[in-house]
């Protein structure tokens, strides 16, 4: 059992950045793959990227391909999402998940662990 709590959310203008954290309690952390998935209004909650237990893979959508990098410190029970170049079509509830299956997992249905969620909003 993991439980996971997001943070770093914010306000930002086009171009700007910020820095996604995701910090988990439990024990084991290393054995979970983890993701970062986001829900804008109106919308269905869509993959972001993903990052194997050992941080050796990732994998991103392409619409944030270049801009965005996920990172984790297992040190830490935490996995980070830094966001470049950001767009207002970025503005969304951003979330974070985790699973035990040790590949890199792109549909929310592959989780079954959830945070509560962070709002990040790009003004133009």
């Known amino acids: 059992q993991v439980q996971l709590v997001e943070s770093g959310g914010g306000l930002v203008q086009a171009g700007g950045s910020l820095r996604l954290s995701c910090v988990a309690s439990?024990?084991?952390?290393?054995?979970?793959?983890m993701g970062w998935f986001r829900q804008a209004p109106g919308k269905e909650r869509e993959f972001v990227g993903a990052i194997t237990r050992n941080g050796t893979n990732t994998n991103y959508a392409d619409s944030v391909k270049g801009r965005f990098t996920i990172s984790r410190e297992n040190a830490k029970k935490a996995m980070y999402l830094q966001m470049n170049s950001l767009k207002p079509e970025d503005t969304a509830v951003y979330y974070c998940?985790?699973?035990?299956?040790?590949?890199?997992?792109?549909?929310?249905?592959?989780?079954?662990?959830w945070g509560q969620g962070t709002q990040v909003t790009v003004s133009s």
């Open positions: 439990g024990r084991a952390f290393t054995i979970y793959s």
């Open positions: 998940a985790a699973d035990r299956d040790p590949r890199v997992l792109k549909t929310t249905d592959s989780y079954d662990y």
